[in-house]
């Protein structure tokens, strides 16, 4: 019913950059919160940052100064530009949303996306 489809991961040396997006698709009516969550292998998905409709952002302390969210509420998309790119930066990156359907509120993922920072 409402699909998330994430875009922009890859591999960047340290120091690089990287822009992830994330649109949302499907019978929505409203979106509150988005954010970007991120993965290593065994181990938890952890917060990186998330940003209110009303633009209210909060950002991991890892990556705050580096990492920006955005979203354009007009195209359901979420933004995350990552500039300074450590290889601790490494991970699949989650796009997750809250969303108001017609009938339900409820929380959403994406597929992820590999980003890949090397030394």
């Known amino acids: 019913q409402v699909q998330l489809v994430e875009s922009g991961g890859g591999l960047v040396q340290a120091g690089g950059s990287l822009r992830l997006s994330c649109a949302a698709s499907?019978?929505?009516?409203?979106?509150?919160?988005m954010g970007w969550y991120r993965q290593t292998p065994g181990n938890q998905r952890n917060l990186v940052a998330v940003?209110?409709?009303?633009?209210?952002?909060n950002y991991a302390d890892s990556v705050k100064g580096r990492f920006t969210i955005s979203r354009d509420n007009a195209k359901n998309t979420v933004y995350l530009q990552m500039n300074s790119l450590k290889p601790e930066d490494t991970a699949v990156y989650y796009c997750?949303?809250?969303?108001?359907?017609?009938?339900?509120?409820?929380?959403?993922w994406g597929q992820g996306t590999q980003v890949t920072v090397s030394s």
């Open positions: 997750n949303a809250d969303v108001h359907t017609y009938s339900a509120i409820n929380n959403y």
């Open positions: 940003v209110t409709r009303g633009g209210i952002t």
């Open positions: 499907g019978r929505i009516f409203r979106i509150n919160d």
